[in-house]
Structure formats: structure tokens, C-alpha cells
């Protein structure tokens, strides 16, 4: 198995008939080392199946059924169409098998009011089940089911990865089926807990169960399929001229999917770096198009490698005299924070207080009844976060000024530098992240940004013009 390779399609690389081809062209010549195809499910399908949960949550359970009728719908019209005939009996028996079992799980969240953690899992990790079953019988593969393999926790809609039960189950069921010349055919995203019941990753977790599988297979290389040229100096959708990364190290790659670069999970890079397997993040549509390889000790050469944003991002500072001077208090607002759960992005000090930011969507009520205890709150929510990512910044002095003078009359709430010193973070408000992104890249990529017209007015253009 040491030869073979996992390719991970996403949602978009798997949305219809023609690209369903295209992952079977792409897989079978890649097939002498052995592949395990990852596949999500069809562009859309989670996101559906969600909905779904949620109108049943609500009562509404006429549309809850209805829409899962139109889901079901779209993957037997795709069989036959990507199979050429009617569908298959094995086709059919799939989505029938599903057709009574999820319309049991939504009538019973329409009848309490509440879908349980447990059932959604059930609900959401269908789709990965069917769009693996029309690939198999288009190909004519082994299909495996990954919650046979996948060992998890219990913790549905985030669970976390049993990696020895996960070696053991991939060696007894995958190993056999994924040898030099042959293709066999899995789900990313769903696993299992211990008590056999089904859990899934998390949103984006295909990019996640790639990697682990890829770990515990040993293999030669985790493919990343998706629908843009590799890793990207910023997000394309607000700046348009972001040009590929050749070449990511590890700690890069960790940095940018942290800070909320769309192409990786942040968890997929873990299991790599693990067992020293390179990632390769590809374009589905232009498969002999530029990629990124993401491996031990590679650079990108450059001085700053790409950007990152993430938002909205709410800001906490904790402000008290009490610090100046003192012990353990840094320890004790942090304790804080650890025993709600409360995960934390970044951290500025100073000498009396410390500002910490958490994702917008979590409520604050309890953290905040503790802290006012023994100290002054400030809450700022509607931020996002802004990373300058690359292994060279620790030697490139003038970047900070440099990020300084690009941002200009943009108001930053808060500074921050990793302490691998390869990023530089800032927080500034959500409207003003795209502008900001924008800026920086033309400050640090000024052949690849070089300014057009759009014609758009700039809401900072008083303050550039001063």
C-alpha cells in the first residue's frame, strides 16, 4: 500500500454527470500505484440535507419530506443519466433504504421539535453514501463504507479521529482492495463511534478523512481535488489576481487553513505532517494545470507566501490594574475560557489587560457573568481576522511597516504575531476586511495586483487622498 495514492474530490469536482467522468478519467490514470478515490457528496446535497433537518426542526414537516424527495430525485436522474439507462437495482435499493430511514428521522424531529445531534449525523452524512454508489457503479469499483474504517469519538457533527482503530479497520478493509492497478472507492466527511453509531468530521471534513486515511495507508501522496489552481495568494473571490503557491512547508499550510483559507480543512495538514506524506492541491478542471505541493521543509521562496481571512470574529478584552505586575492572571482568565470550551484565535498583552478573539457565532452570556467578576469587559463583535503568512517573515524586516503604510486609514482593532513567527495578524472591522485583503496584496504581490479600474468607488478614497 506504500505506493498508492488518496485523491479527494470535493463537492464542486463531483456536481454532475460530466464531472463524475472526469474523477473516473482522472482516477484511472493514476491507477498503477493504486488509488483511493475520498469523494464528498454533490455540490449542494449537505447543505439540502440541513435544510431539511432544519423544516422538520420547525414543524414543517411536509416540506422537510418534500425536499429530501427532490435530493433523492437529483441523484436517480444523475444514475441514469451518468450510467447511460435506467437505474440499477443496487441504485435503487440505496435510495429507497435511504428514502425510509431519513423520512423516519424527520418525521420524528417534526413530531419533538428537535433533532438530535446523534440523527443529524445520520441525515447529513447521506449524501457522501449516495454520490460514492453512482461513482462505484459507473466504474464498476469496490465501494467501501468509511464508516467501517473511520473510527471516531462520540462527538456527533465534530468528531474526533481514533487513529489505531482507524490502522486497523483501513488494513483490514481498504488494504485488500487498493493495490498497484486497481481503484476502490470511499466517503470523506462520516465515520463511526465505538457504539457503531454514525458521526461525522465537521464541515469540510473530507479534506480531513483524505488525510487521515492517507496517514494510517501510509500513503505516497494525499491529493486535495478541488475547483482552483492550487493554493492561492488570497482568496480569488476578493482579489482576482491571486496567483499560485508552488510551494508550501507544513507550518504554512497549517497557518493558512487556520486563518481560513478555503482550499484545506485546517485539520488536514495534522495527519500529513504526521507520517511526512506530501499534499498536493489540485484543479479538477484543469488537471494538467499549476498545483500546490505542500511537504516538509518546502518554501515558496517568496518573503510573504499568501493571506488569510476569517470572519466574523468577535473581540474580548479583559482589563484590570490587577495585572500590572501580577501572577497566574493571565492563566486564570484563560482557565476561563477552556472551561466553557471557548476556543481562541489570537492573543495581544499589554501590561493591564488582554484581548483575545473567539468566531462571532458563540455566546458569550456565561464567560461573560465569570469575567466581570474580577475585571472590566469589552466586547467587539463584526471583526474578521487578516493573516500575513510566510516562513520568512521572522527575517524580512519592514514587513509590519509595510503592512502599516498598505492599510493606511484602515482602522486596526488588533495586532498579533504567531509565535512560529510566521504569521502577522491583524483584526479590523468586517466590512473593511476585502478592501484590507486587497491593499496588502498589492503591497506584497505588486506584479501579480498591479491596480485596474473597476470604476467602483473606494469608501476609503478621502483618507488615501489626504
Known amino acids: 500500500m506504500s505506493a498508492a ?16 467522468r472526469g474523477v473516473a478519467a482522472l482516477a484511472r490514470e493514476r491507477s498503477s500505484q493504486g488509488v483511493l ?17 432544519a423544516m422538520a426542526a420547525a414543524g414543517q414537516e411536509a416540506e422537510a419530506l418534500a425536499a429530501l424527495g427532490r435530493i433523492l430525485d437529483r441523484h436517480g436522474e444523475l444514475g441514469e443519466e451518468l450510467l447511460g439507462r435506467s437505474a440499477p437495482p443496487e441504485l435503487e435499493q440505496a435510495l429507497a433504504d435511504t428514502r425510509s430511514e431519513l423520512s423516519a ?9 428537535n433533532l438530535p445531534e446523534r440523527n443529524l449525523d445520520v441525515l447529513t452524512g447521506r449524501g457522501e453514501l449516495l454520490s460514492t454508489r453512482l461513482l462505484a457503479l459507473y466504474m464498476n469499483a469496490p465501494w467501501i463504507d468509511a464508516r467501517s474504517v473511520l473510527k471516531t469519538d462520540s462527538r456527533h457533527g465534530r468528531a474526533r479521529p481514533d487513529l489505531p482503530a482507524t490502522r486497523r479497520a483501513a488494513h483490514e478493509y481498504i488494504v485488500p482492495l487498493v493495490q498497484p492497478g486497481s481503484i476502490a472507492i470511499t466517503q470523506g466527511y462520516i465515520g463511526s463511534d465505538p457504539s457503531g453509531h454514525p458521526t461525522t468530521l465537521g464541515r469540510g471534513g473530507s ?26 495568494s488570497a482568496d480569488p473571490r476578493i482579489v482576482p489576481e491571486a496567483s499560485p503557491v508552488e510551494y508550501l512547508g507544513y507550518d504554512e499550510a497549517a497557518e493558512l487553513a487556520a486563518f481560513g483559507a478555503k482550499v484545506l480543512h485546517p485539520a488536514t495538514i495534522l495527519p500529513a505532517v504526521e507520517r511526512g506524506i506530501p499534499v498536493t492541491v489540485r484543479n479538477s478542471l484543469l488537471p494538467n494545470g499549476r498545483l500546490t505541493t505542500i511537504a516538509k521543509g518546502a518554501s515558496s521562496g517568496r518573503q510573504v507566501t499568501a493571506l488569510a481571512s476569517r470572519g466574523p470574529v468577535t473581540i474580548v478584552t479583559v482589563r484590570t490594574p490587577r495585572m500590572l505586575g501580577g501572577s497566574g492572571f493571565l492563566a486564570r482568565i484563560f ?16 501590561e493591564v489587560s488582554v484581548s483575545a478573539t473567539v ?16 475585571a472590566e469587559l469589552r466586547i467587539a463583535r463584526g471583526r474578521a481576522l487578516i493573516a500575513i503568512v510566510g516562513d520568512r517573515l521572522a527575517e524580512s524586516p519592514g514587513i509590519a511597516g509595510k503592512a502599516f503604510s498598505a492599510l493606511g486609514d484602515i482602522n486596526i482593532d488588533m495586532i498579533s504575531m504567531g509565535a512560529r513567527e510566521i504569521n ?24 501579480a495586483s498591479a491596480p485596474k479600474d473597476s470604476g467602483a468607488p473606494d469608501r476609503h478614497a478621502a483618507g488615501l487622498a489626504v
Open 5 to 20: 495514492i488518496v485523491m479527494k474530490f470535493g463537492g464542486s469536482s463531483v456536481a454532475d454527470a460530466a464531472r463524475l
Open 37 to 53: 478515490l475520498v469523494l464528498s457528496a454533490l455540490s449542494g446535497v449537505t447543505d439540502a440535507l440541513i435544510g431539511a433537518g
Open 105 to 113: 428521522i424527520l418525521k420524528g424531529a417534526a413530531l419533538l421539535r
Open 207 to 232: 479534506d480531513y478523512s483524505a488525510s487521515i486515511l492517507g496517514a494510517v495507508l501510509d500513503a505516497a501522496e494525499i491529493q486535495i481535488w478541488t475547483d482552483v489552481e492550487g493554493v492561492l
Open 335 to 350: 482557565e476561563v475560557f477552556g472551561r466553557r470550551g471557548i476556543s481562541v484565535d489570537l492573543v495581544a498583552t499589554s
Open 359 to 374: 468566531d462571532d457565532g458563540i455566546s458569550l452570556d456565561e464567560l461573560v457573568a465569570e469575567l466581570e467578576g474580577f
Open 424 to 447: 502577522l495578524s491583524f483584526v479590523v472591522a468586517q466590512e473593511d476586511a476585502a478592501e484590507a485583503q486587497r491593499r496588502l496584496h498589492r503591497a506584497f504581490f505588486p506584479a
